[in-house]
T-cell receptor, first 110, second 112 residues
């Protein structure tokens, strides 16, 4: 079992829709959870982090964490073609050493 | 500097050669991380520095890999006797206190 699992996609959504990206993790002791966006040929850039159960909103992005079920998700509202990228979930026992999933490729079509 | 700077951006080397990859973190960031990313995979942790010392080097794959950060700023990742399997993008990141890193643009290493 991989430590951090993501569906590789692609996830295709129409412009203006909500994109829902999911991630599960195996280590129950994990305390920090991050979402990174990576455009093709570029390095990952941080979108959001979440440490506590529940929802955390930042603009069009909402991160959701459920430690009991060991999953974390990212919702992107009003999806734009510029959101098309690979989204990486990263999980850590602390904030230092992170385990990344393989990423979900999101395609937003006009 | 404004961001994390990595040099060179591309490096092609022959199997068996030695390479050094350099990372210049964001000024004032005490934590520095090295990851590597193969095609279609997520970044894989290599080593983490807090200041000058390696706080966690558990991700270094073997003793051919070594990293230093002698003055608590610039770091160098050193790979001896390179193998074709070492080919990847090597990413450096820094953060002020840990977590939520800012990645550099990476060094694409190709071993031929």
């Amino acid at each position: 079992q991989k430590e951090v699992e993501q569906n590789s996609g692609p996830l295709s959504v129409p412009e203006g829709a909500i994109a829902s990206l999911n991630c599960t993790y195996s280590d129950r002791g994990s305390q920090s959870f991050f979402w990174y966006r990576q455009y093709s040929g570029k390095s990952p850039e941080l979108i959001m982090f979440i440490y506590s159960n529940g929802d955390k909103e930042d603009g069009r992005f909402t991160a959701q964490l459920n430690k009991a079920s060991q999953y974390v998700s990212l919702l992107i509202r009003d999806s734009q073609p510029s959101d098309s990228a690979t989204y990486l979930c990263a999980v850590g026992l602390n904030t230092d050493k992170l385990i990344f999933g393989t990423g979900t490729r999101l395609q937003v079509f006009p | 500097g404004a961001g994390v700077s990595q040099t060179p951006s591309n490096k092609v080397t022959e199997k068996g050669k030695y390479v050094e990859l350099r990372c210049d973190p964001i000024s004032g960031h005490t934590a520095l991380y090295w990851y590597r990313q193969s095609l279609g995979q997520g970044p894989e942790f290599l080593i983490y520095f807090q200041g000058t010392g390696a706080a966690d080097d558990s991700g270094l794959p073997n003793d051919r890999f070594f990293a230093v950060r002698p003055e608590g700023s610039v770091s160098t990742l050193k790979i001896q006797r390179t193998e074709r399997g070492d080919s990847a993008v090597y990413l450096c990141a820094s953060s002020p206190t840990g977590g939520g890193y800012t990645f550099g643009s990476g060094t694409r290493l190709t071993v031929v």
